[in-house]
Protein backbone atom coordinates (compact mmCIF):
# COMPACT_ATOMS: atom_id res chain seq x y z
CA UNK A 1 0.00 0.00 0.00
CA UNK A 2 2.97 2.09 0.89
CA UNK A 3 4.73 1.01 -2.00
CA UNK A 4 1.90 2.26 -3.99
CA UNK A 5 1.05 5.91 -2.67
CA UNK A 6 4.73 6.28 -3.46
CA UNK A 7 4.58 5.26 -7.15
CA UNK A 8 1.53 7.59 -7.71
CA UNK A 9 3.11 10.53 -6.00
CA UNK A 10 6.06 10.22 -7.75
CA UNK A 11 4.13 10.26 -10.86
CA UNK A 12 2.06 13.14 -10.15
CA UNK A 13 5.06 15.20 -9.18
CA UNK A 14 6.78 14.09 -12.41
CA UNK A 15 3.29 15.01 -14.43
CA UNK A 16 2.37 18.40 -13.00
CA UNK A 17 4.99 20.62 -14.72
CA UNK A 18 3.95 18.95 -17.92
CA UNK A 19 0.30 19.57 -16.82
CA UNK A 20 1.01 23.44 -15.71
CA UNK A 21 2.92 24.06 -19.35
CA UNK A 22 -0.43 24.09 -21.35
CA UNK A 23 0.79 23.89 -25.34
CA UNK A 24 -0.77 26.66 -26.96
CA UNK A 25 -3.23 25.75 -29.51
CA UNK A 26 -2.77 26.04 -33.59
CA UNK A 27 -4.13 29.05 -34.73
CA UNK A 28 -7.27 27.13 -36.23
CA UNK A 29 -8.19 26.04 -33.21
CA UNK A 30 -7.45 29.51 -30.96
CA UNK A 31 -9.32 31.43 -33.63
CA UNK A 32 -12.36 28.77 -33.14
CA UNK A 33 -12.04 29.49 -29.23
CA UNK A 34 -11.70 33.06 -29.74
CA UNK A 35 -14.65 33.52 -31.73
CA UNK A 36 -16.90 31.07 -29.66
CA UNK A 37 -15.59 32.56 -26.77
CA UNK A 38 -16.60 36.22 -27.54
CA UNK A 39 -20.23 34.98 -28.95
CA UNK A 40 -20.57 33.67 -25.78
CA UNK A 41 -19.73 37.17 -23.62
CA UNK A 42 -21.94 39.24 -26.00
CA UNK A 43 -25.06 36.68 -25.87
CA UNK A 44 -24.84 36.25 -21.91
CA UNK A 45 -23.97 39.79 -21.18
CA UNK A 46 -27.08 40.81 -23.25
CA UNK A 47 -28.85 38.40 -21.68
CA UNK A 48 -27.92 40.10 -18.28
CA UNK A 49 -29.02 43.60 -19.52
CA UNK A 50 -32.62 42.46 -20.62
CA UNK A 51 -32.65 41.21 -16.75
CA UNK A 52 -35.40 44.13 -15.41
CA UNK A 53 -33.08 44.79 -12.09
CA UNK A 54 -29.54 43.35 -12.63
CA UNK A 55 -27.53 44.53 -9.62
CA UNK A 56 -25.93 48.07 -9.49
CA UNK A 57 -22.35 46.33 -11.06
CA UNK A 58 -23.28 43.74 -13.32
CA UNK A 59 -25.12 46.33 -15.47
CA UNK A 60 -22.24 48.32 -16.28
CA UNK A 61 -19.78 45.41 -16.60
CA UNK A 62 -22.28 43.52 -19.01
CA UNK A 63 -22.52 46.31 -20.97
CA UNK A 64 -18.90 46.57 -21.28
CA UNK A 65 -18.45 43.08 -22.17
CA UNK A 66 -20.71 43.54 -25.01
CA UNK A 67 -18.78 46.90 -26.12
CA UNK A 68 -15.57 45.08 -25.67
CA UNK A 69 -16.17 41.59 -27.14
CA UNK A 70 -17.82 42.67 -29.87
CA UNK A 71 -14.28 44.82 -30.48
CA UNK A 72 -11.91 41.77 -30.02
CA UNK A 73 -14.54 40.01 -33.11
CA UNK A 74 -14.28 42.67 -35.56
CA UNK A 75 -10.30 42.70 -34.63
CA UNK A 76 -9.92 38.62 -34.98
CA UNK A 77 -12.20 38.87 -38.70
CA UNK A 78 -10.07 41.86 -39.99
CA UNK A 79 -6.90 38.54 -39.48
CA UNK A 80 -9.02 36.04 -41.18
CA UNK A 81 -10.42 38.00 -43.73
CA UNK A 82 -6.77 39.89 -44.85
CA UNK A 83 -5.53 36.08 -44.96
CA UNK A 84 -3.16 36.64 -42.27
CA UNK A 85 -4.95 33.93 -40.78
CA UNK A 86 -6.20 30.79 -42.31
CA UNK A 87 -8.94 30.04 -40.16
CA UNK A 88 -12.38 29.71 -40.92
CA UNK A 89 -14.72 31.68 -37.85
CA UNK A 90 -17.24 29.98 -36.34
CA UNK A 91 -21.20 31.32 -36.68
CA UNK A 92 -22.87 29.36 -33.62
CA UNK A 93 -21.82 28.64 -30.19
CA UNK A 94 -20.26 25.32 -29.58
CA UNK A 95 -22.38 22.98 -27.35
CA UNK A 96 -21.07 23.61 -23.92
CA UNK A 97 -21.65 27.53 -24.44
CA UNK A 98 -24.99 26.62 -25.82
CA UNK A 99 -25.73 25.05 -22.51
CA UNK A 100 -24.06 27.37 -19.88
CA UNK A 101 -26.21 30.53 -22.40
CA UNK A 102 -29.25 28.05 -21.80
CA UNK A 103 -29.27 27.44 -18.33
CA UNK A 104 -28.87 31.50 -17.83
CA UNK A 105 -31.47 31.99 -19.79
CA UNK A 106 -33.64 29.80 -17.41
CA UNK A 107 -32.43 31.95 -14.37
CA UNK A 108 -34.20 35.03 -13.40
CA UNK A 109 -33.43 38.22 -10.69
CA UNK A 110 -30.46 37.59 -8.52
CA UNK A 111 -30.13 33.86 -9.49
CA UNK A 112 -29.39 35.16 -13.01
CA UNK A 113 -26.99 37.68 -11.82
CA UNK A 114 -24.68 34.74 -9.67
CA UNK A 115 -24.26 32.66 -12.13
CA UNK A 116 -23.52 35.21 -14.91
CA UNK A 117 -21.06 36.90 -12.57
CA UNK A 118 -19.55 32.98 -11.70
CA UNK A 119 -19.43 32.41 -15.15
CA UNK A 120 -17.55 35.46 -16.05
CA UNK A 121 -14.83 34.92 -13.76
CA UNK A 122 -14.54 31.06 -15.39
CA UNK A 123 -14.69 32.46 -18.49
CA UNK A 124 -12.08 35.00 -18.50
CA UNK A 125 -9.33 32.76 -16.11
CA UNK A 126 -9.65 30.23 -19.06
CA UNK A 127 -9.32 33.08 -21.76
CA UNK A 128 -5.94 34.82 -20.02
CA UNK A 129 -4.93 31.16 -19.67
CA UNK A 130 -5.70 30.59 -23.55
CA UNK A 131 -4.04 34.14 -24.91
CA UNK A 132 -0.40 33.94 -22.27
CA UNK A 133 -0.26 30.72 -24.37
CA UNK A 134 -1.02 31.58 -27.53
CA UNK A 135 1.00 35.10 -27.38
CA UNK A 136 4.02 33.13 -25.78
CA UNK A 137 3.95 30.27 -28.19
CA UNK A 138 1.10 30.39 -31.41
CA UNK A 139 2.42 29.06 -34.72
CA UNK A 140 1.20 32.36 -36.90
CA UNK A 141 2.87 35.97 -35.87
CA UNK A 142 0.19 37.99 -36.55
CA UNK A 143 -2.32 36.24 -34.21
CA UNK A 144 0.63 35.73 -31.64
CA UNK A 145 0.96 39.63 -31.70
CA UNK A 146 -3.14 40.52 -31.76
CA UNK A 147 -3.23 38.26 -28.93
CA UNK A 148 -0.31 39.85 -26.75
CA UNK A 149 -2.28 42.99 -27.32
CA UNK A 150 -5.82 41.61 -26.15
CA UNK A 151 -4.64 39.84 -23.26
CA UNK A 152 -4.65 42.98 -20.89
CA UNK A 153 -7.68 43.61 -21.82
CA UNK A 154 -8.78 40.45 -20.47
CA UNK A 155 -7.12 40.71 -17.57
CA UNK A 156 -8.71 44.17 -16.96
CA UNK A 157 -11.79 41.69 -17.75
CA UNK A 158 -11.04 39.18 -14.99
CA UNK A 159 -10.46 41.89 -12.29
CA UNK A 160 -13.33 43.22 -12.94
CA UNK A 161 -15.47 39.76 -12.89
CA UNK A 162 -14.01 39.01 -9.36
CA UNK A 163 -15.39 42.04 -8.11
CA UNK A 164 -18.99 41.16 -8.85
CA UNK A 165 -21.24 40.68 -6.44
Known amino acids: MKTDLAIAT???????????????????????KVAVSDMFE????????TEKQPDKDTKPF???MVKDHQKTTAGLKKLVDSGKVQAKLPTALDSDHQKM???LKAKTGKELDQSYDQIQVKAHQDAVALFEAYAKDGDNADLKKWAASTLPHLKQHL???QKLK
Open 159 to 161: AMA
Open 101 to 103: LDE
Open 42 to 49: IQSSQLAL
Open 10 to 32: TCLLIALPAMAQRPAPRAEEFVN
Open 62 to 64: AQR
